[in-house]
């Protein structure tokens, strides 16, 4: 059984950093591109940031592009998003996902198996 497992998520102010991780179990962690997408309150889900099978390279979105770091560790089948210098604009539910295939896609209906999810606020 596929398990994803967000964390990190909270509430912070403005402008401060903040890390989510993604923890993978019942798949072979390296041969799935993984991804952060984002969904606020009355909108669709969104793909913020997603990163290769071996983490030679990363896609992300205008909106965060600068701010925020994807990043992998295929020893320990964990996905990390560093989120610096964060706005109001940047709250939201993260969904971490594995991808179908090695590399990435920004395309929701391309990742096979989702996380539950961790809400992000920023207050401004």
């Known amino acids: 059984q596929v398990r994803l497992v967000e964390s990190g998520g909270g509430l912070v102010q403005a402008g401060d950093s903040l890390s989510l991780y993604c923890a993978a179990s019942?798949?072979?962690?390296?041969?799935?591109?993984m991804a952060w997408f984002r969904q606020a309150p009355g909108k669709e889900r969104e793909i913020v940031a997603a990163?290769?099978?071996?983490?030679?390279?990363?896609y992300y979105a205008n909106s965060v592009k600068d701010r925020f770091t994807i990043s992998r560790d295929n020893a320990k089948n964990t996905v990390s998003l560093q989120m610096n210098s964060l706005k109001a604009d940047d709250t939201a539910v993260y969904y971490c996902?594995?991808?179908?295939?090695?590399?990435?896609?920004?395309?929701?209906?391309?990742?096979?198996?989702w996380g539950q999810g961790t809400q992000v606020t920023v207050s401004s």
């Open positions: 019942g798949l072979t962690f390296s041969n799935y591109a």
């Open positions: 990163i290769t099978w071996g983490g030679g390279a990363a």
């Open positions: 996902a594995a991808g179908r295939g090695r590399y990435y896609s920004t395309f929701v209906t391309n990742y096979d198996y």
